[in-house]
C-alpha cells in the first residue's frame, strides 16, 4: 500500500498533542484524522476507512485500552498501537510522573553539579544517570557504572581509585581506577548507601577538591569526573542513624531526581510492555507474538513490586514460552493470575472484593468449583457460602 493512501486516526483528549501528531504525521506524507475521545473515534471508524489507530490511554470516560479492544473485535485489519514514546534516554513513558523525570535530567544534563538519584530496585536509575550523561557537554566521554553493593569492601577502594605496583600482594603493576577511567566523563555510584563509612571519607575527598590516592601511592591525583549516585534507600534516615556521613549526603544531593516505581506510573505500563515485547522478539529472532485483551488487563493492574525490571523479565519470559501467536492468561506467572487486582477507584468493602477475586479465579478455572476452591485455600462449603452470597458469579461447574 503506497503512503498517500494511508489513513491514521489519532485519538487524544489533548488538542496539543492530536496537533503535534497531526503536524509530524502529515509531513510524512500521510491522511490523518482526530478525534478528542473513544466516542468520537468510534464514529469515525464505523464511517471512514482507517489503516491504523494511534491512541492515549488515559482519557476521561472511556480509555484507549476499551479502543484498542473495541478495534480488535470489529477491525481485525486495522493496526493499533499508544505512539510509544521511547525517550530519547531509553526511557519509556508519557505518565506525568515520567514527565517530570525528563524535565529534571534536561535541567541536570545543563549543568555540572553532582545528582542524587532515588527510587525502588528496577525503576530505571541507571538509565536517568545516562540520560543526563550522553545529553550533556561530557557525551563524549566514559560513562562509567559502578555497582557499590556488588563490589566487596575489600577491593572497592582499588576498584575506584586503582593501585600502584607492588600496592598488595600480587599487584605486580600499576592499574587506574574507575575515576581513572572516567576522567572528563561520568562516575555513576550506584547503591551509594552500600560504601562503608571509611569509603564515604575518600568519595568526600573527590567531592570537594576532585584528587584521588592510588592504593599504595604517596601522591594525589586530579581527575576530571562528573559524579552521579543512587540509592534505593533513605539516605537521610542513614544520616540520622549514623550510617552515612551527613557531609557526604549534602555533597552528593546538590540535584536530586527521584524515580517513581512502575505502580504510580501504571499508565505506562503497556506502553513498557509493548516496547518489551517488541525487543524481546528482535532479539530471539521471533514473530512478536499477539498479547490477549485479558493479559493486558492483567498487566496493567498488577502492582509490580520488581518494577520496570520485573516487567520487562516477565515479558521476555512470555515471548520465549510462547509456541503459537498468541499470549492469554493461563500463560501468566500464577503469582499474576491468582493476584488480588489493585483497585483503581473508590475504597470498597472486603465482600466486594473477595466477590471480584472469586469471580476472576473461576473465569482462569473455567468455572471448576473443586479448582477454584484449591487455589484460593478454601473448602468447598466455603466456596458454595461465597456463591450463595453473591448471586452475579454464576453458576460454576463442579
Known amino acids: 500500500m503506497s503512503r498517500d493512501r494511508e489513513r491514521i486516526l489519532v485519538v487524544d483528549d489533548s488538542a ?3 496537533e503535534v501528531l497531526r503536524r509530524n504525521l502529515t509531513s510524512e506524507g500521510y491522511e490523518v484524522i482526530t478525534a478528542p475521545g473513544v466516542a468520537e473515534a468510534v464514529e469515525i471508524l464505523d464511517a471512514t476507512p482507517v489503516h491504523l489507530v494511534i491512541t492515549d490511554l488515559k482519557m476521561p470516560k472511556v480509555g484507549g485500552l476499551d ?10 485489519d486495522v493496526g493499533q498501537t499508544a505512539a510509544e514514546p521511547v525517550h530519547s534516554y531509553g526511557l519509556v513513558g508519557e505518565s506525568e510522573a515520567m514527565r ?4 529534571a535530567v534536561d535541567k541536570a544534563a545543563s549543568v555540572s553539579a553532582t545528582v542524587l538519584i532515588s527510587g525502588e530496585s528496577g525503576t530505571g536509575k541507571e538509565l536517568v544517570a545516562r540520560g543526563i550523561h550522553y545529553s550533556g557537554p561530557r557525551a563524549r566521554a566514559p560513562f562509567v557504572p559502578v555497582n557499590c553493593g556488588g563490589i566487596p569492601e575489600s577491593l572497592l577502594e582499588t576498584e575506584l581509585f586503582g593501585h600502584v605496583k607492588g600496592a598488595f600482594t600480587g599487584a605486580t603493576e600499576s592499574r587506574a581506577g574507575f575515576f581513572q577511567v572516567a576522567d572528563g566523563g561520568t562516575v555513576f555510584l550506584d547503591e551509594i548507601s552500600e560504601t562503608s563509612l571509611a569509603m564515604q571519607v575518600k568519595l568526600l575527598r573527590v567531592l570537594q577538591d576532585g584528587e584521588i590516592r592510588m592504593v599504595g601511592g604517596t601522591q594525589s591525583l586530579n581527575v576530571d569526573a562528573r559524579i552521579i549516585a543512587a540509592t534505593n534507600k533513605d539516605l537521610l534516615d542513614l544520616v540520622r542513624r549514623q550510617m552515612f556521613r551527613e557531609d557526604l549526603y549534602f555533597r552528593v544531593n546538590v540535584l536530586s531526581i527521584d524515580v517513581p516505581p512502575l505502580r504510580e506510573r501504571n499508565d505506562d505500563v503497556l506502553l513498557l ?7 524481546a522478539s528482535e532479539e530471539l529472532g521471533k514473530e512478536a507474538p499477539q498479547f490477549s485483551d485479558g493479559v493486558l488487563e492483567v498487566l496493567w493492574r498488577y502492582g509490580w513490586p520488581g518494577n520496570v525490571r520485573e516487567l520487562e523479565n516477565v515479558i521476555h519470559r512470555l515471548v520465549v514460552m510462547s509456541e ?7 500463560d501468566l506467572p500464577s503469582v499474576m493470575r491468582f493476584s488480588v487486582p489493585r483497585g483503581s477507584g473508590p475504597l470498597r468493602s472486603l465482600a466486594e472484593v473477595e466477590a471480584e477475586h472469586v469471580r476472576s479465579v473461576l473465569a482462569i478455572v473455567n468455572g471448576n468449583k473443586t479448582r477454584a476452591a484449591e487455589i484460593l485455600g478454601i473448602d468447598r462449603k466455603t466456596l458454595r457460602e ?7 458469579l454464576g453458576r460454576a461447574e463442579d
Open 273 to 279: 510492555a509493548q516496547h518489551f515485547i517488541a525487543k
Open 16 to 18: 496539543d498533542a492530536r
Open 67 to 76: 479502543l484498542i479492544k473495541h478495534v480488535r473485535a470489529r477491525f481485525r
Open 324 to 330: 503459537r501467536d498468541r499470549v492469554d492468561v493461563p
Open 386 to 392: 461465597i456463591l450463595k452470597r453473591n448471586p452475579t
Open 100 to 103: 517530570k523525570v525528563y524535565r
